[in-house]
């Protein structure tokens, strides 16, 4: 029984989402409608199914927030129980946050350790090419030169 309340719930609430789109898109469309419309008759009809598109647009989405009513607005405190709870998610939260903060630290240092020794290597790498290049040089000019 709660599956199916659950299934029709999930179905109203998909068709009212349908028909916000489909509204929303319809009042969107509209000004362009009405700027291409080519005679009096088919500017009042444009005109017409555009503001039944806002007012269908706003008769869904005052359905929607009856149906779906928002949570509690984060600034408002109903109780104390309410109240602390809030102070100690809001300190799990800074812990955590600390503990991002300290694994970032870490990745930032890795980075850094990572690219100095790419840097040590690339380093190494031009300096023996330098110093073949040299020595190739100086055999050549010292045999043919």
């Known amino acids: 029984m709660s599956n199916l309340l659950m299934h029709n719930q999930k179905l109203v609430l998909g068709l009212i989402e349908?028909?916000?789109?489909?509204?929303?898109?319809?009042?969107a469309i509209t000004p362009l409608a009405l700027w291409a419309s080519w005679s009096e008759f088919v500017f009042y009809?444009?005109?017409?199914?555009?503001?039944?598109?806002?007012?269908?647009?706003?008769g869904l989405a005052r359905l929607r927030g009856l149906l779906v009513p928002e949570p509690v607005a984060a600034g408002k405190v109903t109780d104390i129980e309410s109240l602390r709870q809030r102070r100690a998610d809001w300190e799990q939260l800074q812990e955590e946050d600390r503990g991002v903060r300290q694994r970032q630290r870490s990745i930032k240092g890795d980075a850094r350790r990572e690219f100095g020794y790419m840097m040590r290597i690339t380093s190494m790498l031009i300096l023996v090419a330098a110093l073949l290049f040299l020595a190739v040089w100086a055999m050549m000019e010292f045999r043919y030169g």
């Open 18 to 27: 349908a028909g916000l789109t489909l509204s929303g898109v319809t009042a």
């Open 45 to 58: 009809s444009v005109l017409s199914v555009g503001c039944g598109a806002f007012l269908v647009f706003i």
